[in-house]
């Protein structure tokens, strides 16, 4: 698991979609899908719900939210 996977995780919940935080961190936004998609395999946890009106976090993925911003923040 590398850190920039959970970076990834907080812009694109924050930013509400993926092309939005792809903007905002400056990356093409068909990466950062996958990337979240690597990070929810990685921790056998789905943590976003995907439509096409945006992301919402999983009942599941609040606890791990909370502890990425906890651990980010401390970095």
């Known amino acids: 698991m590398e850190l920039r996977a ?3 995780l907080k812009a694109v919940v924050e ?3 993926f092309s939005a935080a792809a903007a905002r961190l400056g990356m093409n936004s068909s990466n950062l899908p996958r990337q979240i ?3 929810e395999d990685e ?3 789905t943590l976003l ?3 096409r009106s945006g992301i ?3 009942s599941g993925s609040a606890a791990v939210l909370v502890e990425v911003r906890r651990m980010l923040h401390d970095l």
Do not use: M
Request: without cysteine; proline residues 0%.
């Open 6 to 8: 959970f970076r990834y």
């Open 15 to 17: 930013a509400g979609s």
């Open 37 to 39: 998609s690597s990070l």
């Open 43 to 45: 921790l056998s946890l």
């Open 49 to 51: 719900e995907r439509s």
């Open 56 to 58: 919402r976090l999983t």
